[in-house]
């Protein structure tokens, strides 16, 4: 069987689905597992209104709306019959959020998030499930829920491989034995916890989700169809010219997606390398096309220089009040209060007497853990800051990438060069 994982800009209009189909029904008689991201930017759509409920910014009322007419305006394009099912099914999807909303938030704010954010992917698994059953593509809806199980790190759960394993083995391990040729629908991102709430693995986190029910279910290979060629060198958004990338090794595309390369989710390598899983990037506009191909092989195209570029970080840097080192004994300290906060960093330096970090500039996480650092260390920050790290550098490249910019912080070794670049005004 093969895992198969559409993110959120293959199902992104009534289109889209419609070439979603056509790409599951090129595969018919294969046994798939389909993993399914929420359609479009609706996970950011419901952050705004997640934030609208929780930190009463915005408008709650007039951000659901919008979520809601974009939903309904793909099923317009998908069910020309407004008596079908599914319009029934999906307007109960959004009378749960509107319960949600009426109420006061109980727990923490990840906890509410984890319950809101992940409707998006419930929303998009019943529009494209009923849309296959409707063109004659039999399939299984599964909540994922039930399959994946997690701690309660909300937001940024951790999976309980042993519960999560048997589940996935039993109910859709079960499912192929009996339909050979089978295909169920389930959701990326979403798990549940042992209290039955439900949690998610982390932005972008369906390609995890992939990795995790191909490594149960020991899959012939995962696909996850892109909007690009493949994995490619830089992100198309930032840099003009791109290549591809045909083959990469396991180790070089956990180094890549560790870096910050938006292809794959930075979790998913390690499951189908131990599982020895191949792994496709493919792009769903040419789905004949091979793709990228990330298994075992040495001979890879590791090589070229690849860019990755993540905006919206912040610089913090942290320094004794007592002129004392930073060394062993506070590092710690200093690691715990990131920890605490579920703040990951993305490079790090330090001197004599102070240490720097680059993170993701999330509020209100980051601003509480300024406050918390603040209580024992003089700490000053930079903010709207972009970490770029080249893989596979050469200086004119580097000279090229810099202009324009004044370096913060740079770190180079062997292969990866690092900068923490500020756009000069
Ligand atoms: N929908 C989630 C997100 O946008 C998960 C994913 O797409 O992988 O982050
Ligand atoms: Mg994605």
Same mark, same amino acid.
């Given at each position: 069987?093969?895992?198969?994982?559409?993110?959120?800009?293959?199902?992104? %209009?009534?289109?889209?689905?419609?070439?979603?189909?056509?790409?599951?029904? @090129?595969?018919?008689?294969?046994?798939?597992?389909?993993?399914?991201?929420?359609?479009?930017?609706?996970?950011?759509?419901?952050?705004?209104?997640?934030?609208?409920? +929780?930190?009463?910014?915005?408008?709650?009322?007039?951000?659901?709306?919008?979520?809601?007419?974009?939903?309904?305006?793909?099923?317009?394009?998908?069910? $020309?019959?407004?008596?079908?099912?599914?319009?029934?099914?999906?307007?109960?999807? +959004?009378?749960?959020?509107?319960?949600?909303?009426?109420?006061?938030? !109980?727990?923490?704010?990840?906890?509410?998030?984890?319950? @809101?954010?992940?409707? *998006?992917?419930?929303?998009?698994?019943?529009?494209?499930?009923?849309?296959?059953?409707?063109?004659?593509?039999?399939?299984?809806? #599964?909540?994922?829920?039930?399959?994946? /199980?997690?701690?309660?790190?909300?937001?940024?759960?951790?999976?309980?491989?042993? #519960?999560?394993?048997?589940?996935?083995?039993?109910? @859709?391990?079960?499912?192929?034995?009996?339909?050979?040729?089978?295909?169920?629908?389930?959701?990326?991102?979403?798990?549940? &916890?042992?209290?039955?709430?439900?949690?998610?693995?982390?932005?972008? *986190?369906? %390609?995890?989700?992939?990795?995790?029910?191909?490594?149960?279910?020991?899959?012939?290979?995962?696909?996850?169809?892109?909007?690009?060629?493949?994995? #490619?060198?830089?992100?198309?958004?930032?840099?003009?010219?791109?290549?591809?990338?045909?083959?990469?090794?396991?180790?070089?595309?956990?180094? =890549?997606?560790?870096?910050?390369?938006?292809?794959?989710?930075?979790?998913?390598?390690?499951?189908?390398?131990?599982?020895?899983?191949? =792994?496709?990037?493919?792009?769903?506009?040419?789905?004949?096309?091979?793709?990228?191909?990330?298994?075992?092989?040495?001979?890879?195209?590791? =090589?070229? $220089?690849?860019?990755?570029?993540? $905006?919206?970080?912040?610089?913090?840097?942290?320094?004794?009040?007592?002129?004392?080192?930073?060394?062993?004994?506070?590092?710690? %300290?200093?690691? /715990?209060?990131?920890?605490?906060?579920?703040?990951? !960093?993305?490079?790090?330096?330090?001197?004599?007497?102070?240490?720097?970090?680059?993170?993701?500039?999330?509020?209100?996480?980051?601003?509480? =853990?300024?406050?918390?650092?603040?209580?024992? +260390?003089?700490?000053?920050?930079?903010?709207?800051?972009?970490?770029?790290? !080249?893989?596979?550098? &050469?200086? %004119?490249?580097?000279?090229?990438?810099?202009?324009?910019?004044?370096? #913060?912080?740079?770190?180079?070794?062997?292969? &990866?060069?690092?900068?923490?670049?500020?756009?000069?005004?």
């Amino acid at each position: 069987m093969k895992v198969f994982k559409f993110g959120g800009a293959s199902v992104k %209009d009534a289109e889209a689905v419609k070439n979603v189909a056509e790409i599951i029904r @090129m595969y018919q008689g294969e046994s798939l597992a389909v993993v399914v991201s929420a359609m479009g930017k609706t996970t950011n759509a419901f952050e705004k209104l997640h934030r609208a409920f +929780f930190l009463k910014e915005g408008d709650a009322n007039q951000q659901l709306q919008e979520i809601k007419d974009f939903h309904f305006q793909i099923l317009e394009g998908l069910f $020309p019959d407004s008596k079908h099912k599914v319009y029934q099914e999906i307007h109960n999807t +959004f009378v749960e959020v509107e319960w949600q909303l009426e109420d006061d938030p !109980i727990g923490t704010f990840d906890f509410e998030y984890d319950q @809101m954010v992940s409707l *998006g992917e419930m929303l998009s698994t019943k529009i494209i499930s009923a849309y296959l059953l409707e063109v004659g593509i039999s399939n299984k809806w #599964l909540d994922a829920r039930d399959v994946i /199980r997690t701690d309660n790190h909300y937001r940024k759960a951790y999976v309980d491989w042993e #519960l999560s394993n048997s589940l996935i083995k039993k109910v @859709m391990g079960g499912f192929f034995e009996k339909e050979e040729g089978g295909i169920m629908i389930t959701q990326g991102f979403i798990a549940a &916890t042992s209290e039955n709430y439900t949690s998610t693995l982390g932005r972008e *986190g369906s %390609d995890f989700s992939a990795a995790i029910i191909a490594s149960a279910l020991q899959a012939e290979e995962v696909v996850i169809w892109k909007d690009v060629e493949g994995m #490619l060198n830089a992100d198309p958004k930032y840099f003009e010219k791109t290549v591809k990338l045909n083959n990469i090794s396991y180790r070089e595309a956990v180094e =890549l997606a560790y870096f910050g390369a938006s292809v794959i989710h930075p979790k998913t390598i390690k499951p189908l390398h131990n599982a020895n899983i191949p =792994l496709y990037v493919k792009s769903f506009v040419n789905p004949s096309n091979r793709g990228s191909l990330i298994d075992a092989n040495t001979d890879s195209d590791s =090589l070229v $220089p690849s860019y990755i570029h993540k $905006p919206g970080q912040i610089l913090i840097s942290i320094a004794s009040k007592d002129y004392a080192f930073i060394a062993e004994n506070n590092l710690s %300290d200093i690691y /715990r209060v990131f920890s605490e906060h579920g703040v990951s !960093i993305n490079m790090m330096q330090n001197s004599a007497i102070s240490f720097s970090v680059c993170v993701d500039d999330e509020s209100p996480k980051v601003d509480k =853990l300024i406050k918390a650092l603040q209580e024992h +260390f003089l700490v000053t920050y930079n903010k709207s800051v972009e970490l770029l790290t !080249i893989r596979h550098y &050469t200086e %004119d490249i580097i000279e090229e990438l810099l202009s324009g910019k004044s370096n #913060l912080l740079e770190q180079k070794s062997r292969n &990866t060069a690092r900068f923490v670049l500020k756009k000069i005004s």
